[in-house]
Every structure is written in C-alpha cells, then in structure tokens.
C-alpha cells in the first residue's frame, strides 16, 4: 500500500524551514527518502530503519516512528538545490523473505531566491 | 564508470510495435528492479530480481516482459505497445537480496512515447 505524503507541494524562500511528512497503513521495516530534479533520476538521501531513528547530513534530517509509521523530512536553512521532488518510501516485507519498497506520490518543493 | 546504466535514454515508437529497453549494472548489486513513473510523476514498481531470479512482479500486464540473463543485466520487452505505456522507466540495483533496509541506486531513465 502507498504512503501518503504531505504536502503535496510546497514554496520556500531560500534559508527557510521545510517539514515532509510521510505515513504509511502498513508496519514498517525501514523508511527511505530520495529526491529528484526535473528530467533527472532520483537520488538517495538517506534511509532509517526501525527503532524510531533521527539521521541527517548537512541541513537536511529525517525522523522514523515505528510505532506510528511515520517519518518526517526537515529541510533547514533551505538552498536553491534543494528544490524538486522528494520521495519517501516505505519497505515492508512481501513474503518469501523479500521487503517491497512502495513510493509516496511525491512532494515538491521549490525554493526561490 | 556508470554505475547504473540503461539504453536506450529516449524511445519513440508506434502503437503495436515491440522494444526492448536494456540495464547494466557495475556495481556487483544482487537485486535489480524495473520501476514506471507516468506523467503524474507517480513511482511504480514492476519487477524485482535477486540473482537472475524474480522475486517480485506486480500487476503488469504480461506485454511486458523482463529478462535478467546474469545479475548484472535486467533487461525488459515490451510487446504490443500502449498508448499508455508512455512514460519513464528506471531501472534501480541494490546490494544485498531485498531484505529490506537496502538504498536502490536508480539508473538515468528511459523516456518512452508511444505515438
């Protein structure tokens, strides 16, 4: 099953703040967050597994709540870079040993100057 | 040094025809997966493989074919083109043999239109 995202979109000035959050039915094994940029392939930005993990490199950091299976994407200090597209998505097992990972419909973010 | 790599990038074909879009990998990855994104930038599974071997295949119709003749190739064939089968198709590997937990590394895309 999809996780939801929210917002579905969002505009930010540049060194603003940004929340993503995503949510899923289904418990979860681990939640991943990737961004892509228009006509570009997605990128991994981080994974958190479950035990209710924080991770972050530079200003970009998410949470995990196993327990609510939510994970949450901040965005700090925002850049022009930032901007595109982020995707969560959620790894639940499939049977036979194997874990699916489902996407969300995306959120996008634009930063202007 | 690519280290998803997939051809061809952009494919223009008439409705009925068939084609093949193909993946290579160097990264010594296991699994391999076909995803579809469409127009509303939606990110869908297709195919899983570990190994050459399929673990995972949603519902696709079986136009759609996918062959992994070793595990650093997942290629897929596309019989009787759709109108609705226009859209990006990426192809991703991950290390180990999707227990979860794993990055999926996403090659550059195949933009597929079907006229």
């Known amino acids: 099953q999809q996780p939801v995202q929210s917002p579905q979109a969002v505009i930010l000035r540049e060194g603003e703040d940004a929340v993503i959050n995503c949510s899923s039915s289904k418990a979860l094994y681990s939640v991943h967050w990737y961004r892509q940029k228009h006509g570009e392939a997605p990128v991994f930005l981080m994974i958190l597994l479950k035990g209710g993990e924080q991770k972050g490199h530079d200003k970009i950091s998410a949470s995990f709540n196993e327990k609510k299976q939510q994970s949450s994407l901040y965005l700090t200090a925002s850049q022009l870079s930032y901007s595109g597209t982020y995707f969560c998505g959620t790894d639940a097992y499939s049977g036979a040993g194997s874990y699916q990972l489902t996407f969300g419909k995306g959120t996008k973010l634009s930063v202007i100057p | 040094d690519t280290a998803v790599s997939q051809t061809p990038k952009y494919l223009v074909t008439q409705m009925g025809n068939d084609k093949s879009i193909k993946c290579e990998q160097n990264?010594?990855?296991?699994?391999m997966y076909w995803y579809k994104q469409d127009s509303k930038k939606f990110l869908k599974i297709m195919f899983s493989?570990?190994?050459?071997?399929?673990?995972i295949n949603e519902t696709v119709p079986n136009r759609f074919s996918p062959k992994s003749p070793d595990k650093a190739h997942l290629n897929l064939h596309i019989n009787s083109l759709e109108l609705g089968d226009s859209a990006v198709y990426f192809c991703?590997?991950?290390?180990?043999?999707?227990?979860?937990?794993?990055?999926?590394?996403f090659g550059p895309g195949t933009r597929l239109l079907v006229l």
């Open positions: 991703a590997s991950s290390p180990g043999t999707s227990g979860g937990g794993e990055t999926q590394y």
């Open positions: 990264l010594g990855h296991d699994t």
């Open positions: 493989y570990n190994n050459k071997e399929l673990i």
